[in-house]
């Protein structure tokens, strides 16, 4: 059967080989694999930016980030910008979020052109085109300055309803543990193996899994594409038991880093490195402490989707759903002495990709791995053509490519010879320490299967061979053997940036049919003399007759 429904699952922060079907050789992940067996899985999917907003908004506009303009998080997502949802409810397909995006809506835009936010357009252009079944972007933290967000997330009353004082139950009992002297806050990870305060099926991920079944019962036959968007295993890394002590220091996979890559850094790492995630990371019992949270928040996260398939199989909706799992970037850990994303090495720009289409025509592609370069702005037109849309038609403003053939096993006549991401440190500290201008500091990343390249505004290129040097450890940026691999990877940037980024209100299609029309429609520009053109062209300015005449 066709696919009528769509459920595109995210995690936040989820490194690509921290899943059992990818290498992991401690962490099983068994109801991921389990679909991965059932679809493909893709071992070369990158994002469009390695972080939270501006990954999201590639991943919900199919586009690439200077495109949309949307480069970090908080920077707002200009009213216009077409989103998933505008191309799928038109299809009559319900659109709907739980969980998180990290949107932040173009409230000023909306003022100048009139459009009330709490009207059905404003919450559609506010929400990336979902409807907001439950949207929870979980960084319900506060400061002396206030909350980070303002909002009340439905999940703070769940809590308070189930018992759990206080006006803000997410930090004092969904991500802090008990201490000697009160509360242990999630965000101090020194607290990150012990347990969170709040009971296993009350916590975020539990939640958030009912809530999308609580969706899917209500859609009932309507088509629908639910966005499924898990906060975690992002930071807090705080846990609830048993999750908390399943992992310990010795599942962990060794950290991939060496001292040679402090030698001579690239000014640009050289100050992300000096970050206080990345020196906190670097420490072997920060490593010790975290990971093994992060491995038991995965583990949870697992063991909710085989809830929620069993769900969906119980209903008969894994006949006709397109299952999507992915992440919005990945988690340093420590590898290359950094912590959290934001660069251009695998376990922050490279994502896990899973995708289950239950029609007949994937046979042929079941359980299989494909290693064709995928960009996440691929999935929009993915979803469009596997509901029985033309995303082709679409190709003025989708800058990704449908994966249909191949999700059924088939060659496409062509394919990306480069995967594309970007990067704007502007208001990170390494900017005011290299003393970049908030409108240079941008990183751009270009990769084919064996070559890696970052290009840095005001200083060299990063160059990796990811063949020879697979963990990413020698940079070749400066290596005058490699040249021209740099030329190479460095034009492959140069005819991507021509590309035409923002005709998107004229299709291809409009575009060739309104070719040669302008002489017809009576524009002769040029010409020198009448018989340079065919008689017709002249009929409305000829004199007029003496049997037409008046006079």
Request: glycine share 8%; aromatic share 10%.
């Amino acid at each position: 059967m066709a696919a009528k429904n769509v459920l595109f699952i995210m995690c936040d922060q989820l490194r690509w080989d921290y899943l059992s079907c990818a290498g992991h050789p401690f962490l099983q992940t068994p109801n991921i694999d389990a679909l991965g067996r059932r679809g493909v899985r893709f071992t070369r999917a990158y994002v469009q930016a390695p972080v939270c907003g501006a990954s999201r908004m590639s991943f919900y506009t199919g586009r690439y980030v200077s495109s949309h303009g949307a480069s970090w998080n908080g920077f707002p997502l200009k009213v216009g910008e077409w989103t998933i949802g505008d191309y799928l409810r038109p299809m009559g397909v319900r659109t709907a979020l739980v969980g998180k995006t990290h949107m932040e809506a173009d409230v000023e835009g909306m003022a100048r052109l009139g459009v009330d936010p709490k009207s059905i357009i404003g919450v559609h252009v506010s929400e990336c085109g979902f409807e907001p079944f439950e949207r929870d972007d979980g960084l319900w933290a506060e400061g002396p300055d206030g909350r980070y967000d303002a909002r009340q997330p439905a999940y703070n009353d769940y809590l308070n309803q189930k018992g759990y004082g206080g006006d803000n139950p997410w930090h004092d009992w969904a991500n802090s543990a008990d201490g000697e002297e009160g509360l242990a806050s999630g965000w101090a990870m020194r607290h990150a193996r012990k347990p969170a305060r709040v009971r296993e099926e009350d916590s975020e991920t539990p939640y958030m899994t009912r809530r999308a079944m609580d969706f899917m019962a209500e859609a009932g036959e309507t088509p629908w594409c639910l966005h499924l968007s898990y906060i975690k295993p992002h930071w807090p890394y705080v846990a609830p038991a048993p999750y908390n002590t399943m992992y310990s220091a010795a599942d962990l996979i060794p950290v991939v880093r060496s001292d040679s890559e402090k030698q001579d850094a690239h000014p640009v790492f050289r100050e992300f490195m000096e970050h206080r995630v990345g020196k906190n990371f670097s420490r072997d019992e920060v490593r010790e402490e975290v990971v093994p949270v992060y491995m038991g928040l995965i583990k949870q996260i697992d063991d909710q989707l085989g809830q929620l398939f069993a769900f969906m199989e119980k209903r008969g909706l894994f006949e006709n759903t397109l299952i999507v799992f992915t992440s919005d970037h990945g988690d340093y850990l420590g590898d290359h002495w950094l912590g959290e994303k934001d660069l251009f090495h695998e376990p922050s720009v490279k994502v896990p990709l899973i995708i289950f289409d239950p029609s007949a025509e994937a046979e042929p592609a079941r359980g299989s791995v494909c290693d064709a370069l995928v960009e996440t702005i691929d999935l929009v037109p993915t979803f469009i053509d596997a509901l029985g849309g033309d995303a082709g038609a679409q190709s003025h403003r989708l800058e990704g490519r449908s994966l249909m053939p191949l999700l059924r096993g088939q060659a496409p006549a062509t394919w990306r010879e480069f995967a594309i991401s970007e990067y704007d440190y502007s208001i990170a500290p390494a900017a005011v320490k290299l003393k970049v201008a908030p409108r240079d500091a941008r990183l751009f990343m270009v990769c084919d299967k064996r070559w890696k390249y970052m290009h840095a505004i005001g200083f060299r290129p990063m160059l990796f061979d990811m063949e020879a040097d697979p963990h990413e450890l020698r940079d070749l940026g400066a290596d005058a053997a490699h040249e021209a691999q740099r030329q190479r990877m460095a034009q492959a940037l140069f005819d991507w940036s021509l590309r035409n980024a923002q005709r998107t209100s004229v299709p291809e299609a409009r575009a060739l049919d309104t070719r040669g029309r302008s002489m017809r429609r009576g524009i002769l520009v040029g010409v020198w003399d009448e018989q340079e053109l065919p008689a017709d062209l002249w009929s409305r300015y000829r004199g007029a007759s003496d049997a037409d005449s008046n006079v």
